[in-house]
């Protein structure tokens, strides 16, 4: 199982961008992705899940209604889509999956980050004027 993020950057307050986790060795059709990050001195937090089965999200209360989870299931690749970025989300970014099938996208945001099994490398988002 692989995972690969990318798509993070340099970016102003207020601003977007839009990462992207390519999936191999699995089939998004029966596994759900977390999203998490991690900032400097700090644990990895997840902040939004997608269920690749039914495309049902959740998000955590520091990035609701900011950022937006989706998958294309033809390409084995899930997206997360930053908006309104704000310097406080400066940190690594990581998608990452627990490798059996079935979660719910809320129980697995809720879940200890140590339940994940299979992890990307991580991309880079900074926030800064």
């Known amino acids: 199982v692989q995972l690969q993020a990318s798509g993070g950057g340099l970016v102003q307050p207020g601003g977007s961008l839009r990462l992207s986790c390519t999936i191999s060795?699995?089939?998004?059709?029966?596994?759900?992705i977390g999203w998490l990050r991690q900032a400097p001195g700090k644990g990895r937090e997840a902040v939004a899940c997608?269920?690749?089965?039914?495309?049902?999200?959740y998000y955590t209360d520091a990035v609701k209604g900011r950022f937006t989870a989706s998958g294309d299931n033809a390409e084995n690749t899930v997206y997360l889509q930053l908006d309104n970025l704000k310097p406080e989300d400066t940190a690594v970014y990581y998608c990452?999956?627990?490798?059996?099938?079935?979660?719910?996208?809320?129980?697995?945001?809720?879940?200890?980050?140590?339940?994940?099994?299979?992890w990307g490398q991580g991309t880079q988002v900074t926030v800064s004027s």
């Open positions: 997608f269920k690749g089965s039914d495309g049902s999200t």
């Open positions: 990452a999956t627990h490798g059996t099938s079935g979660w719910d996208a809320k129980t697995l945001c809720e879940t200890s980050s140590r339940v994940y099994e299979f």
């Open positions: 060795m699995f089939t998004l059709d029966y596994y759900t």
